[in-house]
């Protein structure tokens, strides 16, 4: 075997711009220097966020000095395999090479296999092992499938004077006996068929099987939530080291422990969030009064008593239920407030608030209604996350199979699924220094399936309190993520917010907190008569509804179950009341030309005395905030036709009433197939008889009207919390550390039209087309087998132009979006 004293280049971490640098790299990609930062990161982290979270999670300030020893040791261990011979051939002559084992499984191998660093590192025996899982699994890489490939072995520079310099600094940091000295390298091989030191195969083996015999010591809260931790914030230190070190080259120009410090220093103070609540008031009041400063509130403008009741809640867990137009969203401002208070009075000044809706429209209106013109300094706050200290084009790069999913082969999928992960630490670096996130709920969420975004953003998201609205819409696997983050951050400062919430998932709420707080809706907005729902469901009856609210010039919100049924009756209207604002709403337009309609829609629904017709889908429940004159629905789930609802006769308050408005909800067509399909014909049957009901009191209703009946015809099934805490794969996985699933199975998926992209012309150096072309130009297709046939743009499929049609002009701005040829 070979020696190593100086044949050997530097070890490296990185790959970096040899035209500018040959042979002499610069300290960012050097394996020692990197090693150095990561652990420099984790240090920061656990000094400045560390002990918050460790309250967050309900675990003792005594259990900081473990956590800080144990995420330190994470992020030294993460990168030892990297001075493997595949490795650095990846990183300088050979980066398509095909490696016989990842290297942070070498690392594992290296710390509990390899006798002398074993013993070596045997003071930190019972540390050791949540150390060593998050170290392998810190590219989120490593399970019961992880195997070795079929390739020659390679040699790992266990003498290089690079490892022995590692070592040294890990005793130094870690405070242990001064390190082996080894001789020479080890050779690591697939089997015993070769020649080796260490078979790879069997090795991996043995630590599986190490691994399952000691999850029963992670069996405890404290235990298993103190590992998510460490394991997550050595993710996030992973990042910060890579890309701030890039940014600066050479370690004279950089600090870790500066950078995490200055980042975590920025918060959201009370009298920024009372500007918000000011600004938003004096935007949406009527008066004369010019505004004298930024905190008071328009002359008249009174509180309503339920958002003070929400704001002065003081429980960890807030459910605020309330029917739309209750005020939600500024009680949620004013329970912020709140918390910001109290966190300054406990000393902490880097308050952050992450707001979270289910929709990237809801989330857009959002922010735009309240944090855009809210007088909050603009680099505090973020809806797109874009904004960064760090340079994108600078980060640094290992190679590209080491960021690419597992199903990436080609080099142009590689390198966009490698543009993508570095686009999302940037992203999520960003908001380590953003006290103000308005964003959707999978920005949180996503922590639970180990979603990489959500990962890197964590130290953010322990330093402040989480608005969760509109609830009602999380599908059944975000709600158990949702369940689980609760149950596992039981001192975090979380506030729910929903106009429903079926019976069943309140109890699974009070299951897993039971000590979480109800503030119902103010009761003169919940007992406001606002509906009149019509017993006839005839064509010449709707019809005659429509001409009449037309005629008067009112707005009409028609609601169909699916695409094609909405584009069939924008047609008929836009044929039938042609000097009338016709407009169809639904997902399947570009992303670009969705944000157009919709603010048109807004606009149309606003202009007072003119008539407008609004035709959408689902989207219409959530993403619009508008009040019509005439609802038309098809029959769907309770909880969304009491959305659909929501959006009818929104603007009747009990200071200035309206009449009640009609509401005509249609049977399901009965010459089609599955007619019920997106939903289930269960749902269907419930809310039959849940109309019915409502029908029967023979009157105006009102929203008490609607939930009360509700609460009679939800599902009484009682949640599965164990099958939710399952699929929250960061705490449940242990030692196995992959993505999961936030949301649950679409019927649709997101697609590039092949005549866009042949005519886009914004790309990067690679050729491919810029994320945020892609994301203006995504358009989501009904699912088909046929589609996953299609060749890929980053993410997204390429949908062929015999296969699919999109009709949108770009002039007039009309159409009817993306469909499938028949």
Same mark, same amino acid.
Not at 18 to 41: I, W
Not at 58 to 84: T, Y
Not at 333 to 338: I, K, S
Not at 753 to 776: A, I, M, Y
């Given at each position: 075997?070979?020696?190593?004293?100086?044949?050997?280049?530097?070890?490296?971490?990185?790959?970096?711009?040899?035209?500018?640098?040959?042979?002499?790299?610069?300290?960012?990609?050097?394996?020692?220097?990197?090693?150095?930062?990561?652990?420099?990161?984790?240090?920061?982290?656990?000094?400045?966020?560390?002990?918050?979270?460790?309250?967050?999670?309900?675990?003792?300030?005594?259990?900081?000095?473990?956590?800080?020893?144990?995420?330190?040791?994470?992020?030294?261990?993460?990168?030892?395999?990297?001075?493997?011979?595949?490795?650095?051939?990846?990183?300088?002559?050979?980066?398509?090479?095909?490696?016989?084992?990842?290297?942070?499984?070498?690392?594992?191998?290296?710390?509990?296999?390899?006798?002398?660093?074993?013993?070596?590192?045997?003071?930190?025996?019972?540390?050791?092992?949540?150390?060593?899982?998050?170290?392998?699994?810190?590219?989120?890489?490593?399970?019961?499938?992880?195997?070795?490939?079929?390739?020659?072995?390679?040699?790992?520079?266990?003498?290089?004077?690079?490892?022995?310099?590692?070592?040294?600094?890990?005793?130094?940091?870690?405070?242990?006996?001064?390190?082996?000295?080894?001789?020479?390298?080890?050779?690591?091989?697939?089997?015993?068929?070769?020649?080796?030191?260490?078979?790879?195969?069997?090795?991996?083996?043995?630590?599986?099987?190490?691994?399952?015999?000691?999850?029963?010591?992670?069996?405890?809260?404290?235990?298993?939530?103190?590992?998510?931790?460490?394991?997550?914030?050595?993710?996030?230190?992973?990042?910060?080291? #890579?890309?701030?070190?890039?940014?600066?080259?050479?370690?004279?120009?950089?600090?870790?422990?500066?950078?995490?410090?200055?980042?975590?220093?920025?918060?959201?103070?009370?009298?920024?969030?009372?500007?918000?609540?000011?600004?938003?008031?004096?935007?949406?009041?009527?008066?004369?009064?010019?505004?004298?400063?930024?905190?008071?509130?328009?002359?008249?403008?009174?509180?309503?008593?339920?958002?003070?009741?929400?704001?002065?809640?003081? @429980?960890?867990?807030?459910?605020?239920?309330?029917?739309?137009?209750?005020?939600?969203?500024?009680?949620?401002?004013?329970?912020?407030?709140?918390?910001?208070?109290?966190?300054?009075?406990?000393?902490?000044?880097?308050?952050?608030?992450?707001?979270?809706?289910?929709?990237?429209?809801?989330?857009?209106?959002?922010?735009?209604?309240?944090?855009?013109? #809210?007088?909050?300094?603009?680099?505090?706050?973020?809806?797109?996350?874009?904004?960064?200290?760090?340079?994108?084009?600078?980060?640094?790069?290992?190679?590209?199979?080491?960021?690419?999913?597992?199903?990436?082969?080609?080099?142009?999928?590689?390198?966009?699924?490698?543009?993508?992960?570095?686009?999302?630490?940037?992203?999520?670096?960003?908001?380590?220094?953003?006290?103000?996130?308005?964003?959707? #709920?999978?920005?949180?969420?996503?922590?639970?399936?180990?979603?990489?975004?959500?990962?890197?953003?964590?130290?953010?998201?322990?330093?402040?309190?989480?608005?969760?609205?509109?609830?009602?819409?999380?599908?059944?696997?975000?709600?158990?993520?949702?369940?689980?983050?609760?149950?596992?951050?039981?001192?975090?400062?979380?506030?729910?917010?929903?106009?429903?919430?079926?019976?069943?998932?309140?109890?699974?709420?009070?299951?897993?907190?039971?000590?979480?707080?109800?503030?119902?809706?103010?009761?003169?907005?919940?007992?406001?008569?606002?509906?009149?729902?019509?017993?006839?469901?005839?064509?010449?009856?709707?019809?005659?509804?429509?001409?009449?609210?037309?005629?008067?010039?009112?707005?009409?919100?028609?609601?169909?179950?699916?695409?094609?049924?909405?584009?069939?009756?924008?047609?008929?209207?836009?044929?039938?009341?042609?000097?009338?604002?016709?407009?169809?709403?639904?997902?399947?337009?570009?992303?670009?030309?969705?944000?157009?309609?919709?603010?048109?829609?807004?606009?149309?629904?606003?202009?007072?005395?003119?008539?407008?017709?609004?035709?959408?889908?689902?989207?219409?429940?959530?993403?619009?905030?508008?009040?019509?004159?005439?609802?038309?629905?098809?029959?769907?789930?309770?909880?969304?036709?009491?959305?659909?609802?929501?959006?009818?006769?929104?603007? @009747?308050?009990?200071?200035?009433?309206?009449?009640?408005?009609?509401?005509?909800?249609?049977?399901?067509?009965?010459?089609?197939?599955?007619?019920?399909?997106?939903?289930?014909?269960?749902?269907?049957?419930?809310?039959?008889?849940?109309?019915? @009901?409502?029908?029967?009191?023979?009157?105006?209703?009102?929203?008490?009207?609607?939930?009360?009946?509700?609460?009679?015809?939800?599902?009484?099934?009682?949640?599965?919390?164990?099958?939710?805490?399952?699929?929250?794969?960061?705490?449940?996985?242990?030692?196995?550390?992959?993505?999961?699933?936030?949301?649950?199975?679409?019927?649709?998926?997101?697609?590039?039209?092949?005549?866009?992209?042949?005519?886009?012309?914004?790309?990067?150096?690679?050729?491919?087309?810029?994320?945020?072309?892609?994301?203006?130009?995504?358009?989501?297709?009904?699912?088909?087998?046929?589609?996953?046939?299609?060749?890929?743009?980053?993410?997204?499929?390429?949908?062929?132009?015999?296969?699919?049609?999109?009709?949108?002009?770009?002039?007039?701005?009309?159409?009817?979006?993306?469909?499938?040829?028949?």
């Amino acid at each position: 075997m070979m020696t190593s004293k100086t044949r050997y280049k530097p070890l490296l971490a990185k790959s970096y711009d040899r035209s500018k640098y040959g042979d002499s790299p610069p300290d960012y990609a050097l394996l020692r220097q990197h090693s150095r930062d990561v652990a420099e990161a984790c240090d920061a982290l656990a000094n400045a966020i560390g002990r918050i979270a460790l309250l967050n999670a309900g675990i003792d300030e005594d259990a900081f000095s473990e956590f800080r020893l144990k995420l330190k040791a994470n992020g030294w261990i993460q990168d030892l395999g990297k001075a493997n011979s595949h490795f650095q051939a990846m990183v300088t002559i050979k980066p398509e090479i095909k490696q016989l084992i990842r290297h942070e499984t070498i690392s594992g191998i290296l710390a509990l296999l390899e006798p002398r660093l074993h013993k070596w590192l045997s003071p930190l025996s019972e540390k050791l092992l949540p150390s060593v899982w998050g170290a392998m699994g810190h590219h989120r890489k490593f399970d019961q499938r992880t195997t070795p490939e079929q390739v020659p072995a390679s040699t790992v520079y266990l003498a290089h004077s690079d490892f022995a310099d590692i070592l040294s600094d890990i005793s130094r940091d870690l405070k242990i006996e001064p390190p082996p000295v080894f001789e020479r390298d080890l050779i690591i091989a697939r089997d015993r068929k070769e020649a080796c030191d260490i078979a790879a195969l069997e090795s991996v083996h043995d630590l599986q099987d190490m691994f399952e015999d000691a999850e029963a010591e992670f069996a405890g809260e404290k235990e298993y939530r103190m590992l998510a931790l460490i394991k997550a914030f050595g993710i996030a230190a992973d990042v910060a080291a #890579s890309a701030v070190a890039a940014r600066y080259q050479w370690a004279r120009n950089y600090s870790l422990a500066a950078f995490v410090e200055e980042s975590f220093k920025i918060g959201l103070k009370p009298d920024d969030l009372t500007r918000l609540i000011s600004n938003w008031a004096w935007e949406r009041f009527p008066t004369e009064c010019l505004k004298e400063d930024d905190v008071s509130l328009p002359p008249g403008f009174i509180t309503r008593e339920f958002q003070h009741d929400v704001a002065d809640s003081g @429980s960890l867990l807030t459910l605020a239920q309330a029917g739309c137009g209750s005020g939600k969203s500024l009680a949620a401002y004013m329970w912020a407030r709140e918390w910001c208070e109290k966190f300054e009075a406990e000393g902490r000044t880097n308050f952050r608030l992450f707001f979270c809706l289910p929709t990237t429209g809801t989330t857009t209106e959002h922010f735009k209604d309240y944090a855009l013109e #809210s007088g909050i300094s603009a680099n505090l706050m973020s809806l797109t996350h874009s904004r960064s200290s760090v340079d994108l084009r600078t980060i640094a790069e290992t190679a590209l199979q080491e960021e690419a999913d597992d199903t990436a082969s080609d080099t142009a999928k590689l390198a966009q699924a490698a543009l993508n992960a570095e686009r999302d630490k940037i992203e999520s670096l960003a908001l380590w220094s953003t006290p103000l996130v308005v964003t959707t #709920s999978d920005t949180v969420l996503g922590l639970m399936s180990n979603a990489r975004r959500a990962i890197y953003s964590i130290p953010a998201i322990m330093s402040g309190a989480v608005v969760f609205d509109e609830i009602h819409a999380f599908d059944d696997q975000m709600f158990g993520h949702l369940l689980v983050f609760l149950k596992n951050f039981p001192r975090l400062p979380v506030l729910l917010m929903t106009a429903s919430l079926p019976e069943a998932r309140r109890r699974a709420i009070e299951r897993v907190r039971p000590d979480f707080k109800i503030i119902s809706g103010p009761p003169e907005f919940e007992l406001l008569e606002r509906y009149l729902i019509c017993d006839s469901t005839t064509e010449e009856y709707m019809w005659q509804a429509v001409d009449e609210c037309v005629n008067n010039g009112g707005k009409v919100l028609w609601v169909r179950n699916r695409v094609e049924w909405a584009c069939e009756t924008y047609e008929a209207c836009r044929k039938r009341y042609s000097n009338v604002a016709v407009n169809v709403y639904h997902s399947r337009f570009r992303y670009k030309d969705r944000s157009i309609r919709h603010r048109r829609v807004i606009d149309d629904f606003k202009r007072k005395d003119s008539a407008a017709i609004l035709v959408a889908t689902q989207v219409a429940e959530m993403s619009l905030d508008l009040s019509a004159d005439l609802l038309i629905t098809d029959i769907a789930p309770i909880p969304s036709l009491i959305q659909r609802m929501g959006r009818l006769n929104r603007r @009747s308050t009990p200071d200035d009433k309206l009449d009640p408005k009609p509401a005509i909800v249609l049977p399901l067509p009965q010459d089609v197939r599955n007619a019920a399909l997106p939903y289930g014909d269960n749902e269907i049957e419930a809310a039959t008889r849940w109309l019915r @009901s409502l029908i029967e009191i023979g009157g105006p209703l009102s929203q008490r009207h609607l939930s009360e009946a509700f609460a009679k015809f939800s599902d009484e099934k009682e949640y599965d919390i164990a099958k939710a805490e399952e699929r929250a794969v960061f705490f449940s996985g242990l030692w196995r550390t992959r993505p999961g699933q936030t949301r649950g199975e679409g019927h649709t998926i997101s697609v590039i039209l092949e005549s866009d992209l042949d005519d886009c012309d914004e790309r990067d150096s690679r050729g491919e087309p810029k994320r945020g072309w892609l994301r203006n130009h995504e358009v989501a297709i009904q699912f088909k087998e046929a589609a996953m046939q299609w060749d890929r743009v980053g993410a997204l499929r390429v949908a062929p132009e015999d296969s699919v049609c999109y009709d949108y002009d770009e002039k007039t701005k009309e159409g009817t979006g993306a469909k499938w040829r028949r």
